[in-house]
């Protein structure tokens, strides 16, 4: 049994297939797309691919752009299955007003960092950012409750929106710095202050609410550029979609086991 793994964000979609679904499966393959290249799937990374039974996507560019993921994996025998947020699902409660409206790739995320959190037998809070196209920092307290997080705009849409705005920051990228002394280095530091700044926010604000430091987790295409600025205690986590993904489909298939042996 080989299980794929989709991580549809607004810019890439991200893709992995592993010997089973469950927690710690053994990942085989891997990739990266950008949405652009999502036609040409089928017929080039996964024309090689030992076909996979079982799928779960994490979707949030749209349906256009599911339904052309939907083209693709037609090329073989399996049902598409994509994330939905609940209320409640493996081992996180979701604390969202409306817990449909909650992002799935964060929704995701959550419960690949609850399980890490399990896993690892850590009494701890949990702090999981994504930096994407977007930015979210969303809180875990002790017991996988989701407190509530924040969006902003990544890297690429604080530069974009600038430049838009204004008639003299249209400049090569610069460096981050303290006390910039160039437009170039006022505006890359500038964006990465904002998201380091936001989530040290968000650190103290689940510090001051659990009293115990959190574990801080993050991932995300630009996580990298943003890691060296973050103060506080941090791990880059990968393939954090891919463990929520996991765990969100051993879930599954335990409840549908359960749900066929009561029929
Ligand atoms: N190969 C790369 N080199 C540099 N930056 C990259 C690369 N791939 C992704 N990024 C950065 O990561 C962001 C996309 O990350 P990703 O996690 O794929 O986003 P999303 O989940 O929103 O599609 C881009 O906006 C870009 O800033
Ligand atoms: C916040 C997001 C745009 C992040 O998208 P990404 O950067 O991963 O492409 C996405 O999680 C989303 O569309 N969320 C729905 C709204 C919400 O979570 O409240
Ligand atoms: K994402």
């Not at 079982?54 to 598409?80: F, H, I, K, S, Y």
């Amino acid at each position: 049994m080989s299980f794929l793994a989709i991580d549809i964000g607004n810019t890439r979609l991200k893709w992995a297939r592993f010997d089973g679904a469950q927690p710690g499966a053994t990942l085989l393959e891997h990739g990266a797309v950008f949405l652009e290249h999502i036609e040409d799937l089928a017929e080039r990374e996964w024309s090689t691919l030992p076909a996979p039974q079982q799928m779960l996507g994490a979707n949030v560019a749209g349906d256009a752009v599911r339904r052309r993921v939907e083209e693709q994996l037609e090329c073989w025998d399996l049902a598409p299955r994509w994330v939905v947020p609940s209320s409640h699902e493996a081992g996180v409660h979701n604390g969202y007003d409306h817990p449909t409206r909650l992002g799935a790739d964060r929704w995701v995320a959550l419960v690949g960092a609850r399980s890490q959190v399990l896993r690892r037998g850590l009494q701890k809070p949990c702090l999981v950012v994504m930096v994407g196209t977007a930015v979210t920092v969303d809180a875990l307290d002790l017991e996988g409750n989701f407190l509530g997080g924040l969006i902003l705009p990544g890297h690429g849409i604080m530069l974009r929106a600038l430049e838009g705005g204004t008639a003299g920051l249209r400049v090569p990228t610069g460096e981050v710095r303290e006390f910039p002394t160039n437009t170039s280095d006022a505006l890359t530091s500038g964006g990465n202050y904002a998201i380091t700044g936001a989530i040290e926010r968000m650190h103290r604000h689940l510090l001051q609410r659990t009293g115990i430091p959190p574990l801080t987790l993050m991932t995300g295409g630009a996580a990298w550029k943003v890691a060296p600025a973050l103060d506080i205690e941090h791990e880059l986590v990968d393939g954090l979609l891919f463990d929520g993904l996991l765990a969100l489909e051993a879930d599954n298939q335990t409840r549908r086991a359960a749900t066929a042996s009561s029929a």
